[in-house]
């Protein structure tokens, strides 16, 4: 929830600045800047909640703490890349396929009710994908129209 509301605020104040600004409301850049807010953000998070982030992961998977971590830099780099236009359309593609290969580990934490904030089995459980579902499919879109879409597609 937190993660939609921060995308949400971020991209009202995006066009309200834009509007001060540049005497008009840019919505491809309060787009971008509003993913961008949101994936700093979550990538940040990944620091405090490491140890509950890392028992999202399949069991198989080695050293869980590097991936939790890794994958929060990667949250943090995407966000970046979208800020600068001419690396957006790349930032974008590849953060569209990061939306997608991390959505596993938030199944694992619905099927295991996994509170990954405190450590614990104590979430929502399997519901809790009837609102993480649609939230990766807006993440998916939100990334596609204003990263890709409103900045031309990939250069080359």
Sequence with gaps: ?????????????????????????DYAWAGNVAMATMLVFTGIAHVPYARGMAQMLPAWLPAKAAWVYGTGALEVAGGLGLLVPAWRPLAAACLLVFFVAIFPANVISAFKHLDYQRGTRT?????????RVPLQLLFLAWTWYFGLHRAGGLPG
């Design 1 to 25: 929830m937190k993660p939609l509301l921060v995308l949400v605020v971020a991209f009202g104040l995006a066009l309200g600045g834009t509007r001060l600004w540049l005497g008009h409301v």
């Design 123 to 131: 979430g929502p459980g399997p519901a809790y994908l009837w609102f």
